[in-house]
């Protein structure tokens, strides 16, 4: 029953990969996003998805790119990994902006 | 722009005592206001949110905030803390972009609550 599902929740890989995290939402929910969140706990926007219109925060890299196969799905593309893209990746899915952001149990990455 | 300030890193609290977490914010408009909870290794749990009307609004597990416009402030309270409290509580609002059709939270930095026996 969980509303807002990630996958994977741990991935350990090494720099220049490329890899993916998947996200789910079962909420019905029009929008869905991507945070970052750092090693101090700092909770960033990455992207927002709305009805095929896709808000990106500015400084994201273009490594990024998120892709929403249906209303359901956003995943997290990530091309020539950083050592500094080490962080926990969140998910979160909303109505709209009034309601609040159902999040994801989050998907630690770590660069070797 | 907006932003929002937690200034307290990390606070400690003997339990049963109370609690109040501090947010501040900076926003044009009138502000929609949230707290969440993060517990170790979790996601973000919604505890309460503000968008109108009363300025004083309930939440899950006996946490309450007060809207004070007049300080830009929207602080956490609870009257007696328990152990399970123990966690990081970040305050958001939310930035709506393109004439309000979307938009997404701005979290502050969160504090550490830490609860002792």
């Known amino acids: 029953d969980t509303a807002v599902s990630q996958t994977p929740k741990y991935l350990v890989t090494q720099m220049g990969n490329d890899k993916s995290i998947k996200c789910e939402q079962n909420l019905g929910h029009d929008t869905m996003y991507w945070y970052k969140q750092d090693s101090k706990k700092f909770l960033k926007i990455m992207f927002s998805y709305n009805n095929k219109e896709l808000i990106i925060n500015e400084t994201v890299p273009n490594r990024f790119s998120p892709k929403s196969p249906d209303k359901a799905h956003l995943n997290l593309h990530i091309n020539s990994l950083e050592l500094g893209d080490s962080a926990v990746y969140f998910c979160?899915?909303?109505?709209?902006?009034?309601?609040?952001?159902?999040f994801g149990d989050g998907t630690r990455l770590s660069i070797l | 722009a907006q932003s929002v300030t937690q200034p307290d890193i990390h606070i400690t609290v003997s339990e049963g005592a109370s609690l109040e977490l501090r947010c501040n914010y900076s926003?044009?408009?009138?502000?929609?206001l949230f707290w969440y909870v993060q517990s170790p290794g979790q996601g973000l749990q919604l505890l309460l949110k503000?968008?109108?009307?009363?300025?004083l609004v309930q939440g899950i597990k006996g946490f309450e905030a007060e809207f004070k416009r007049s300080q830009s402030s929207f602080n956490l309270r609870k009257p007696s803390v328990h152990w399970s409290d123990a966690a990081e509580y970040f305050c958001?609002?939310?930035?709506?972009?393109?004439?309000?059709?979307?938009?997404?939270?701005?979290f502050g930095k969160g504090t550490k609550l830490s609860v002792k026996p």
């Open positions: 958001a609002v939310g930035s709506l972009t393109y004439g309000g059709s979307q938009g997404n939270l701005i």
């Open positions: 503000y968008f109108s009307g009363d300025t």
């Open positions: 926003y044009g408009a009138t502000p929609y």
């Open positions: 979160a899915s909303s109505q709209d902006l009034t309601q609040p952001q159902h």
